[in-house]
């Protein structure tokens, strides 16, 4: 089974910009969450999507965005880009619902860097 | 408000030896446990997982123990390799209610294993 894709591995942006990042999880898994990871604050969730719809938000601005499609794959959009949104933004998918028990599998991740 | 810690930043041992790695946490509501480990430029790799019903759980090297009623929990990685180097992570999570998809992290610890 492949495991959680996530495009661009690399981005470059300006201030003021936005971007949209990928994730497509493992096969069969409906449920993908995001993270961001900085030196100053660690690992951060940042939202949870399940059959489409976003179950759960972290405490981010809402700048932060995201969305899933019907097969499971999921986007995130960060608009008006700021100096502190450099970091890896790592994606997880899991193979049940809330309720069980349930490891996250992550992707290789994106590293943004504004500048 | 730091709800997953692990104190100790940095580990050292040698190869063949046991490596003990320790985490607090502070939110009772935790019921799920994780340990992933990290490479520079690659995403966590979900190692073993225990939930607040057992006081142990081995996987061949690892083993993860439970004190809840101190709010602890441990990895033995026995015997270590050098290439259990990397960053481990301690997470948790709360298994009902409608935090889905959030996993909590600590702010990690590096193993070194030397040769």
């Known amino acids: 089974k492949a495991g959680v894709t996530q495009t661009p591995r690399y981005l470059i942006k300006t201030r003021g910009q936005q971007v949209t990042l990928s994730c497509s999880p493992i096969?069969?898994?409906?449920?993908v969450s995001w993270y961001q990871q900085t030196p100053g604050q660690g690992l951060q969730f940042l939202f949870e999507?399940?059959?489409?719809?976003?179950?759960n938000k972290g405490n981010f601005p809402g700048r932060f965005s995201g969305r899933q499609f019907s097969n499971s794959r999921s986007e995130m959009n960060v608009s008006t880009l700021e100096l502190g949104d450099s970091a890896l933004y790592l994606c997880a998918s899991s193979p049940r619902g809330q309720g069980t028990y349930n490891e996250q599998f992550f992707g290789p991740g994106t590293r943004l860097t504004v500048l | 408000d730091q709800q997953v810690k692990q104190n100790s930043p940095s580990l050292s041992v040698q190869e063949g030896r046991i490596s003990i790695l320790n985490c607090d946490y502070t939110?009772?509501?935790?019921?799920?446990f994780l340990w992933y480990k990290k490479y520079p430029a690659e995403g966590p790799t979900f190692l073993i997982s225990?939930?607040?019903?057992?006081d142990k759980n081995e996987d061949g090297r690892f083993t993860v123990f439970l004190n809840k009623s101190a709010k602890h929990l441990s990895l033995h990685i026995v015997p270590s390799q050098p290439g259990d180097s990397a960053v481990y992570f301690c997470?948790?999570?709360?298994?009902?209610?409608?935090?889905?998809?959030?996993?909590?992290f600590g702010q990690g610890t590096i193993l070194t294993v030397h040769p």
């Open positions: 096969s069969g898994h409906r449920s």
């Open positions: 997470a948790a999570s709360v298994v009902g209610g409608t935090s889905y998809g959030k996993l909590t």
């Open positions: 225990i939930s607040s019903i057992k």
């Open positions: 939110n009772s509501m935790f019921d799920y």
């Open positions: 999507y399940f059959s489409e719809t976003q179950r």
